[in-house]
């Protein structure tokens, strides 16, 4: 297989393994460009996209924006706050708007599960989900699995143990569907207040201390921990949260020796995870980053580089 | 679409004959051979840039860099093409700038490739030259463009394919000229 034969990106739950494999081959391709002196290939000269992000963020749209320029494409983002949402228009129109001026491609970011799912239906333009309210977050899903597929050599038989508010995170979900697609095995602890309802689904194993996930794990993967939890009763205090669930060398020890480190970002030191950890050796944090704008390329490249006839 | 074979045009011997006698050019023609790097276009191409090292080690005593180059970003029919072709990584762990390049390819046709080629080492580095190696020379050029070494020039029709095998790829040496039956 050369090519993605989809129109959108949404959610690694649709995914098959082989084409999450033709993203991952591609994006070790699109790595060694970012090394580079001169980081621009022309590939996609002359196509346009467009990043619409509803809710804060600095890592992935940055990310993307990098991506696209990379690859030569041109693009323009708007800021939900700034666009005419507020103004009334309806979420359909705004990007129908825009697609009349040439875009081919919309990357979106919305609070709304489903978002990217409904925009997708009704445009012609290539979408992909740049992450929709609490469903999926599928690009990050994507570069950490690339992440720790450079790191390891593989996924298959790796334990991964993601730690957190897995209830709430679109990271955990995206994650949970990639690495049992590769093969690899799955377990999450977190407060039970925080553990979702339908774990069944995934097929994963749930703890409620951090000791018995991480036992013999390959890579431990914290959670960015969202402090309107915290106000809507979910847990007590950050300080707890950290004292029960928050990494440390300690916690660690039953894990495997040359174990992995990861967070999707932006880090709360001292909760999700101590600083000695997060700038420590097994500590791929930064490299989750430099991923993010390869799986990206390659994204772009599977999804916009043929012809859609 | 149906290809026949209607004659092979190079064998082992007649293969490495002609690689040999590239090296021996590239030497004449570069007077600081320690200037010169390889950069094999995937894929046959990088083999026979291997094997050109390979040569020019043993009559020079000199370890030459060898790069390995895919053009498949730089393509100019992305765009025209139902299927995106698969990337692979390019691999030039050296300097390129004010280098001698030779370029290694296996067939020189429309010349598309070596202009891909030519845009994806400029995007490496400023080399001081920039030589084009091809086993095959098919003719059939679209774009100004002319090999420095040749292995054998080859006339066809562009109804008909260059068919090139390389031991380390295919297990054998050879190089076929098809023909297309349509059905």
Known sequence: MQTLRRKDFLGLEEMSAEEINLILETSRSMHEIIKRKIKKVPTLRGRSVLNLFYEPSTRTKASFELAQKYMSADSVSVAGSSSSLVKGETLKDTVRNVEAMGVECVIMRHPVSGAAHYLARNIESSVINAGDGMHEHPTQGLLDLYTVWEKKGRLEELKVAIVGDIRHSRVARSNIWGLKKMGAEVVVAGPPTLMPPDLDIFGIKAFHTIEDAVINADVVMALRLQKERQESGLFPSLREYAELYGLNRERLKLASDDVLIMHPGPINRGVEMTSDLADGPGSIILEQVTSGVAVRMALLYLLLGGTKE | ?183
């Open chain 2, 1 to 183: 679409m149906t290809l026949t074979h209607k004659a092979t045009v190079m064998d082992e011997k007649s293969i490495n004959q002609a690689l040999r006698r590239i090296a021996h050019e590239i030497i004449e023609r570069n007077k600081d051979i320690k200037n010169v790097v390889l950069i094999g276009v995937r894929s046959r191409g990088v083999p026979l840039a291997e094997r050109l090292q390979k040569m020019l080690a043993e009559i020079e005593q000199v370890k030459i860099p060898l790069g390995i180059l895919d053009i498949t970003l730089y393509r100019d029919d992305l765009t025209q093409r139902l299927d995106n072709p698969q990337v692979h990584t390019t691999d030039v762990s050296f300097d390129l700038n004010g280098k001698d390049v030779v370029v290694v390819d296996d067939v020189l046709y429309t010349g598309r490739t070596t202009r891909a080629a030519m845009d994806a080492l400029i995007d490496l580095g400023r080399p001081a030259s920039i030589q084009l190696a091809a086993l095959v020379d098919r003719g059939h050029r679209e774009l100004p463009i002319r090999a420095d070494y040749v292995g054998k020039n080859v006339p066809t029709s562009s109804s008909e394919q260059v068919d090139v095998k390389v031991k380390e790829l295919d297990r054998e040496d050879r190089v076929d000229i098809l023909g297309i039956l349509e059905d």
